[in-house]
């Protein structure tokens, strides 16, 4: 069945670093590939989502692609600030017909210091 | 932005009894979802809704597990009899169209503590 892993379950950066989070993920159909942000005392938030394979999705600094051939999606920012401080969570979304269900990574908590 | 709510945010009760986690969701949505996460893993997805009906459910969503939304109020998972293993926080979210077309807003969850 579909699955995605996240395997960085921690990441502590400086602010004005570099971010990088990795996701794989595995599944038959063309995928839907998400990002939530998921910051204290609230629920997950799309951060922004890409609907094919090598397209670039980007909202509030942050970019992510994904590739097919690896069958990896990424998230990135070139600069991040403490307040970007929060769990990143990948997630995948099949194509019709069984599109009404996500499938989350575990989640990566970032901590940017000051 | 939109806010789906999740009442109460921690509910504590003992094995066997039953409990129902509430949701109040954004009020023009059509679908709606219960997943679960237990601590230090990912996010599962149990149920989803729609037209007073469910749609789709995981193998997560055991028999003592029901979901209705009686008269457009909340949006209920009531388990009944609770169990060990359902400790959890359950994560309610809505959507206006199904998942792949729209996007799912989330509540905060509530932490489910079964003792």
């Known amino acids: 069945g579909d699955s995605v892993t996240q395997k960085q379950g921690q990441v502590t950066l400086s602010e004005d670093d570099f971010l990088f989070i990795n996701c794989t993920y595995s599944t038959t159909t063309y995928p839907t590939l998400l990002w939530y942000v998921q910051y204290p005392g609230q629920g997950p938030q799309l951060l922004l989502k890409?609907?094919?394979?090598?397209n670039k999705g980007i909202s509030r600094g942050f970019e992510a692609t994904y590739d097919k051939g690896t069958t990896s999606f990424h998230l990135q920012k070139a600069s991040v600030q403490e307040s970007d401080s929060a769990v990143y969570f990948c997630a995948l979304v099949e194509s019709p017909p069984n599109y009404n269900v996500l499938y989350f990574g575990s989640g990566t908590k970032l901590t940017v210091e000051p | 932005g939109p806010k789906v709510l999740q009442i109460p945010s921690h509910q504590i009760i003992d094995m066997g009894q039953m409990v129902t986690l509430n949701c109040d969701p954004v009020s023009n949505h059509l679908y709606f979802y219960w997943y679960k996460q237990i601590l230090g893993q990912q996010m599962e997805f149990l149920v989803n809704?729609?037209?007073?009906?469910?749609?789709?459910k995981s193998k997560l969503f055991k028999d003592q597990f029901s979901v209705e939304r009686p008269d457009g109020s909340y949006f209920t998972l009531k388990i009944q009899p609770t169990a060990l293993e359902d400790s959890a926080v359950y994560f309610c979210?809505?959507?206006?169209?199904?998942?792949?077309?729209?996007?799912?807003?989330f509540g905060a969850g509530t932490r489910l503590s079964v003792l």
């Open positions: 890409v609907t094919t394979a090598n």
């Open positions: 809704f729609y037209n007073g009906k469910v749609m789709e």
């Open positions: 979210a809505s959507s206006h169209w199904g998942t792949s077309q729209n996007t799912l807003y």
